[in-house]
Structure formats: C-alpha cells, structure tokens
C-alpha cells in the first residue's frame, strides 16, 4: 500500500506563495489535484517518476511550479501569486504507470492539505 503524505498548506495574502510537499513511500509518477467547496477535484501538475517531464494545467499560467527530490521521494508543489480562486484543498496522488491529468487513473491519494487565499 502506497503512502502519501501532504504538507505545507495554510492561510496566505493574495500575492503570497507557499510550498506543498508530499512524501511517498516510494518512486511513482505524481501529480498535484486540488478540490474547493461544491467544485469537482481539478489538476493542477503531474510530474513523472524520473522528473523528466512535468505537465501543467494551461489555466496555471504558470504561476505553480511541481518538482521532485527522489533521494527523499518527495514531491513539491511551489504556488506563486497565489489568488482568492487558489482556495482549495491540494491533493497528492501517484500511480505506478499513468503520468497524466485523468484523475481517475492514480490510484492513491493522499489525505489534503487545506490552502485558503485571503484577499
């Protein structure tokens, strides 16, 4: 069983960044997904197990940045200008053979970390 853990969620000014990691208890393709009140769970980014492909949601415009340490299997997820609209809970997922935005095809989740923008 797959473990993941999330981290580094809280309250920020619009404009402000934060940092999420989550800790995997091994090497799998990864992907960032965030979820806010009454809305669907959308992608954010996705990055492969070696690092050496990423995918960003186009409506990012590139303000978030995914990256990977793989000597510590952490992912991370750098959020820039963050906006209001950014308020969601973030989720960590991986799989073994899918590097996507189908959220449907990761097969473990972790358990959110809450970011909230204040204007």
């Known amino acids: 069983q797959v473990q993941l853990v999330e981290s580094g969620g809280g309250l920020v000014q619009a404009g402000g960044s934060l940092r999420l990691s989550c800790a995997a208890s091994?090497?799998?393709?990864m992907a960032w997904f965030r979820q806010a009140p009454g809305k669907a769970r959308e992608f954010v980014s996705a990055i492969h197990w070696d690092g050496g492909s990423t995918i960003n949601a186009d409506s990012l415009k590139g303000r978030f940045t995914i990256s990977r340490d793989n000597a510590k299997n952490t992912v991370y997820l750098q959020m820039n200008g963050l906006q209001p609209e950014d308020t969601a809970v973030y989720y960590c997922?991986?799989?073994?053979?899918?590097?996507?935005?189908?959220?449907?095809?990761?097969?473990?989740w972790g358990q959110g970390t809450q970011v909230t923008v204040s204007s």
């Open positions: 091994g090497l799998y393709a």
């Open positions: 997922a991986a799989s073994p053979n899918y590097f996507g935005g189908n959220r449907n095809r990761y097969d473990f």
